[in-house]
């Protein structure tokens, strides 16, 4: 069975400092793989997926993911993070072959000013 | 689009009563998913539909929770009788299938069973 592991369950950053979120998966096949944005209150909001090709995937807000098939893991990147970054960062996967999408418990993201 | 719509944003009830929670996908889509989440598991996938049709309902948590799509516009779930540790908040979305899986999401129902 498909399983998402987020190993961060809360990061606390100042503005400015780097942010990287580990998301690694556990699925044999083919996978597609995504990042998934909850600001407090708000429902939750595509940050950016990886399907094929270039597996730096560039997305909404300055954040990149890159996908490392021999790790299983897809982590989440933003060089310089805003106070209006603190969310909580939900990674999620699919086998190709379905519909059917997992999330990771999450990682809840504050930042400083 | 208005995007995925659900109701009511907030319920409150008592332990016993019947609860349902109604979830308008994005037209055009074909895949519905309800999903619960709480802080002590996060998101968890209760069931989802394709064409109408539930696909895996190996999620729903025990016989108390059914959910229904009679047509694509229309989803609902039931949790009959709620529970206090049914609390959480229930998000339903959708999908086109087209994107490999991305989701769309609507503001979610929170459940308080007291």
């Known amino acids: 069975a498909q399983s998402v592991s987020q190993h961060n369950h809360h990061v606390i950053l100042s503005e400015a400092a780097s942010l990287e979120l580990g998301c690694n998966y556990s699925y044999g096949g083919t996978v597609n793989l995504f990042w998934y944005v909850q600001y407090p209150g708000q429902h939750l909001q595509l940050l950016l997926k990886y399907f094929s090709g270039d597996p730096l995937v560039k997305g909404i807000k300055g954040f990149e993911a890159e996908f490392i098939k021999s790790k299983f893991s897809f982590n989440l990147r933003k060089p310089s993070v805003q106070w209006s970054d603190t969310a909580e960062y939900f990674c999620a996967v699919n086998a190709r072959n379905t519909d059917k999408l997992i999330f990771g418990t999450g990682t809840r993201l504050q930042v400083f000013p | 689009d208005a995007g995925v719509i659900q109701s009511p944003r907030h319920e409150v009830t008592e332990m016993g009563q019947e609860v349902t929670l109604r979830c308008k996908p994005i037209s055009g889509h074909n895949s519905l998913f309800w999903y619960r989440q709480t802080m002590m598991r996060g998101l968890e996938l209760l069931i989802y539909?394709?064409?109408?049709?539930?696909?895996?309902d190996s999620g729903m948590p025990e016989d108390r929770f059914s959910a229904k799509m009679p047509n694509a516009s229309f989803s609902t779930l039931k949790i009959q009788p709620s529970e206090p540790r049914d609390s959480a908040v229930y998000f339903c979305a959708s999908s086109s299938g087209l994107d490999g899986g991305e989701l769309f999401f609507g503001e979610g129902s929170r459940l308080t069973v007291l």
């Open positions: 539909f394709n064409n109408n049709v539930p696909i895996d």
